[in-house]
């Protein structure tokens, strides 16, 4: 089985649950940020492609990264309270 790495700066096409997973198995990243920029038009259907950005933060780091989001999700507050994240 070939071993891919993804960080050369080129497109991937995978299912989600592939991507999600590639985030998981990351390990040391308890947290992410992210933001949609852009839609597209919606088709016939309704239906339209969403453009997100994200970045992986690891465990240290995430104080510092979320400074500046508008919103901290639930649980990683809960996380973070309780040190579980830092």
């Known amino acids: 089985m070939q071993e ?5 700066g080129s497109w991937y096409a995978s299912s989600l649950g592939h991507f999600i997973s590639l985030l998981v198995d990351a390990g040391r990243d308890p947290a992410v940020c992210f933001r ?15 453009h997100i950005e994200l970045f992986m933060l690891p465990d240290g780091y995430v104080q510092a ?4 989001c508008v919103s901290v999700h639930k649980t990683l507050q809960m ?6 994240v830092k």
Do not use: M, Q, T
């Not at 949609?36 to 969403?50: L, M, Q, T, W």
């Not at 990264?65 to 500046?68: D, F």
């Not at 996380?79 to 579980?84: I, W, Y």
């Open 4 to 8: 891919h790495y993804y960080d050369d």
């Open 36 to 50: 949609i920029v852009a839609n597209s038009e919606p088709d016939k259907e309704g239906k339209f492609i969403r």
């Open 65 to 68: 990264g979320i400074k500046e």
């Open 79 to 84: 996380f973070l309270k309780a040190g579980v």
